[in-house]
């Protein structure tokens, strides 16, 4: 497939594969040409993005993502999404907020399921699909 560039998004098929814009808060288009798509790489080694937001069109978060966006505080993540991959968001040392599904906060602990994923907020790994997400700030 060919990249397909739309504004400052460059989708690759069905996959968000590149910011180019210099916004340092980011929101997400709605779809892909109406359809759902998935974020592969997307904003990797992005040191300008402070927070994201991500419509309820995306459905999957591949590792990587947002790898080292080392200024990202914050990301709303949409029940849509049923997979985060590990190191989607590894070295992000300023990202302190996850929004999502009954949020509430626990001292930058991120809590998936009930479970304490990772108290490190400098790597944090996704063990299984995110059912209820939780401010870690």
Known sequence: NEPEVIGDFVFIGDTLVNYTGSDSE????????????????????????????IPESVTSISGS????CTSLASVTIPDSVTTIEGFAFGECSNLSAFYGKG???????????????????????????????????
């Open 103 to 137: 949020a509430t906060a626990d001292n930058r602990a991120l809590i998936l399921n009930n479970e304490i994923v990772s108290r490190d907020n400098k790597y944090i790994e996704f063990l299984k699909p995110p059912e209820k997400i939780i401010i870690t700030h």
């Open 65 to 68: 993502a947002f790898f080292y």
């Open 26 to 53: 980011v929101i997400l288009p709605e779809n892909h040409n109406g359809e759902s798509y998935k974020l592969y790489e997307t904003f990797r080694g992005n040191d300008s993005i402070t927070s994201v937001t």
